[in-house]
């Protein structure tokens, strides 16, 4: 391999102009890296990085991940807004509504607002509610504070819906012949559903 070293450079400097030369054979695709549905998940960090993603969590799912990158520029036009709050909420998979203390009812103390997460079958754990304070404390506004999170949930589940028809008929064989039968019987449908909740209550800190 050519190099542009002189003809007394020393063994160390032709070893790292060696090492050196073979950065050119790495293929690095940009457009991949810096694209959220597309960049590796192990380089999911810097690109968050890159992006000026205000709160991250390793403990987020892959999805949540991407989406919360993906939801950095939008988020950062209007932060410290209504709707930075809930852009940002809404990419970690919850539903959030927000109610500001003029649209509670009763009225709550002037320039709060609480939030309401809709929540399913992965429920709310402390490191979530960790991070979704962490989100909303960097993209609302400084006048602005959070009162209380409430949580809402939401079960759902498939019914099934099963019967089985018992017929029965008794035929007498005279020296008439039967010209038309009809036969009547009543369809009864019975079904059960059943819903569990785990609940899990934490001390409040001081």
Same mark, same amino acid.
């Given at each position: 391999?050519?190099?542009?070293?002189?003809?007394?450079?020393?063994?160390?400097?032709?070893?790292?102009?060696?090492?050196?030369?073979?950065?050119?054979?790495?293929?690095?695709?940009?457009?991949?890296?810096?694209?959220?549905?597309?960049?590796?998940?192990?380089?999911?960090?810097?690109?968050?990085?890159?992006?000026?993603?205000?709160?991250?969590?390793?403990?987020?799912?892959?999805?949540?991940?991407?989406?919360?990158?993906?939801?950095?520029?939008?988020?950062?036009?209007?932060?410290?807004?209504?709707?930075?709050?809930?852009?940002?909420?809404?990419?970690?998979?919850?539903?959030?509504?927000?109610?500001?203390?003029?649209?509670?009812?009763?009225?709550?103390?002037?320039?709060?607002?609480?939030?309401?997460?809709?929540?399913?079958?992965?429920?709310?754990?402390?490191?979530?509610?960790?991070?979704?304070?962490?989100?909303?404390?960097?993209?609302?506004?400084?006048?602005?504070?959070?009162?209380?999170?409430?949580?809402?949930?939401?079960?759902?589940?498939? /019914?099934? @819906? +099963?019967?089985?028809?018992?017929?029965? !008929?008794?035929? =007498? %064989? $005279? &020296?008439?012949?039967?010209?038309?039968?009809?036969?009547?019987?009543? /369809?009864? @449908? +019975?079904?059960?559903?059943?819903?569990? !909740?785990?609940? =899990? %209550? $934490? &001390?409040?800190?001081?």
């Amino acid at each position: 391999m050519s190099d542009l070293l002189p003809s007394n450079a020393t063994a160390q400097e032709r070893a790292m102009s060696n090492a050196t030369a073979r950065i050119g054979e790495i293929d690095v695709p940009i457009n991949t890296l810096w694209n959220p549905k597309t960049c590796p998940e192990a380089f999911l960090p810097w690109l968050a990085w890159a992006l000026s993603v205000d709160v991250w969590d390793e403990s987020w799912s892959e999805k949540q991940k991407r989406a919360t990158i993906a939801a950095s520029v939008s988020v950062h036009r209007i932060k410290g807004t209504r709707g930075a709050v809930t852009a940002a909420l809404d990419a970690l998979g919850y539903a959030v509504t927000l109610v500001e203390w003029f649209e509670d009812d009763p009225e709550g103390d002037p320039y709060t607002f609480r939030l309401v997460i809709e929540v399913d079958d992965r429920g709310v754990d402390e490191a979530l509610y960790t991070s979704l304070v962490q989100v909303v404390n960097r993209t609302k506004n400084t006048r602005s504070h959070l009162s209380k999170i409430s949580v809402a949930a939401k079960s759902s589940g498939t /019914t099934f @819906v +099963g019967g089985v028809p018992i017929l029965g !008929d008794v035929v =007498t %064989v $005279s &020296p008439w012949s039967i010209s038309e039968r009809t036969n009547e019987s009543p /369809t009864r @449908v +019975g079904s059960t559903v059943a819903a569990y !909740d785990i609940l =899990t %209550v $934490s &001390p409040l800190e001081a």
